[in-house]
């Protein structure tokens, strides 16, 4: 065989590859803080590696029923401790809304104006699952479908929007957040807890830590903006107390070593809030503002950075659609028979092998759903953004190459 000089395919799909990371590379202005922008990708990206790790949907004749291998298999809650990493989401959010915020009122443009701009990019991707699940609810309804399966489905579907609107509830208050010390919100998941747990108070109670827990990590992001996180002493005394308190808890107060609730556990960390899920996200923070410098110097390479900014263009499509993509590949596979960590119950190391064999797929059937509702992530971005920073975690698009070149010039001038 000659060799024609050309290169192959995977050769010159490398080549792509490297060219377009140059270019959002170049794309990118110096002041963005890549290492904020990894942080929520990380988040993002553990939310949904966690949901596919330990929640399965168990096939049972004609039904479908939600199982967890943390039941059977409790020796395996640190798992959870590495994927739920809302707590990630929220510090950043905290972080990037404040400033947003502070960006905006430099500029000149009002509360208003600046919420409308940052829900709008919460909730319009949201309309298209709506939309979907809606239909499918009443497809399988008139066609005779379990109950429970409908149920099980249509709440694994749109389970992901409660974050959403904690998330918007705190972004609507983040004026009145900014000053906000997180001892407060600790404080009063403390209490909730001690009445709810120590004397024997309503269960429902539970869910004032809801907006609570979630406001100790979002007041740390403020806190962030101010200035008051940056020496390296903070990261590590929030990481060290977290850790040592939620150690305390699980040891000696009875609260579950899983940061993930488990269908059938007497109680959840996570559904509400306990002390002890927030106190470990307080840990969980501090690792992060540890991060910040090694991640910040990671990212100077153009293919590290792009593969972060891609998931940042994307990651309210990824959050959205995972659970979808996961049970469309369990209805699918049910053609083929029950199918070993797809349909099968999650109790020995032999589902754990098979499962994670299936995330690739999970993956593909996610990467479809992508290609398809991506539309509704960015829609206004030709249009004035009315925050007055590009904050929401997305980097420009690729410029023309006579901006790039000239870009990349000043940047080799520079010594970046």
Not at 47 to 66: E, K, M, P, Y
Not at 206 to 221: C, F, H, R, S
Not at 370 to 376: E, I
Request: hydrophobic fraction near 55%; include cysteine; charge should be positive.
């Amino acid at each position: 065989m000659r060799d024609t000089g050309r290169p192959g395919p995977l050769a010159t799909l490398t080549r792509h590859l490297r060219h377009q990371a140059r270019r959002i590379d170049a794309a990118t202005p110096e002041s963005r803080d890549r290492a904020v922008d990894a942080l929520r990708a990380c988040a993002i990206l553990g939310v949904v590696l966690g949901h596919w790790l330990v929640t399965a949907l168990v096939a049972d004749g004609d039904t479908l029923r939600a199982a967890s291998p943390l039941d059977p298999m409790p020796w395996l809650a640190p798992v959870s401790w590495m994927f739920q990493t809302l707590a990630v989401f929220f510090l950043v959010g905290g972080h990037v809304a404040t400033r947003s915020l502070a960006s905006a009122r430099a500029g000149g443009i009002g509360y208003r104006q600046w919420l409308a701009a940052r829900l709008s990019r919460l909730f319009l991707p949201v309309a298209a699952v709506l939309a979907l699940w809606t239909v499918v609810t009443a497809a399988l309804l008139l066609s005779g479908a379990d109950l429970l399966t409908v149920r099980t489905l249509a709440k694994l579907a749109l389970s992901p929007l409660w974050f959403l609107l904690v998330f918007a509830a705190l972004t609507a208050a983040t004026p009145l957040l900014t000053r906000v010390t997180p001892l407060w919100p600790l404080s009063v998941v403390l209490y909730v807890d001690l009445f709810r747990f120590g004397l024997d108070g309503p269960a429902w109670t539970g869910w004032i830590n809801l907006a609570a827990g979630w406001l100790v990590p979002y007041t740390l992001g403020a806190a962030w903006t101010r200035g008051e996180l940056e020496r390296p002493r903070a990261g590590w005394v929030l990481l060290l107390g977290g850790a040592a308190v939620t150690a305390v808890l699980v040891a000696f107060a009875g609260y579950p070593a899983s940061m993930v609730g488990v269908p059938g556990a007497e109680v959840s960390n996570l559904n509400p809030p306990t002390l002890a899920a927030v106190t470990f996200g307080v840990a969980q923070c501090g690792l992060a503002l540890l991060l910040r410098g090694p991640l910040r110097r990671a990212l100077v390479r153009p293919l590290a950075w792009a593969a972060v900014a891609l998931v940042n263009l994307s990651a309210m499509t990824i959050f959205l659609w995972h659970q979808t993509a996961m049970m469309a590949t369990t209805a699918t596979g049910l053609f083929a028979g029950r199918l070993p960590g797809l349909h099968t119950l999650p109790d020995d190391l032999t589902w754990i092998a098979y499962r994670l064999a299936w995330l690739p797929v999970f993956a593909l059937a996610l990467a479809v759903c992508w290609t398809a509702f991506r539309f509704g992530e960015h829609p206004g971005r030709g249009r004035a953004r009315g925050d007055g920073a590009r904050d929401d975690g997305a980097v420009p698009a690729p410029v023309p190459p006579e901006r790039t070149a000239a870009t990349r010039r000043v940047r080799e001038g520079s010594g970046v």
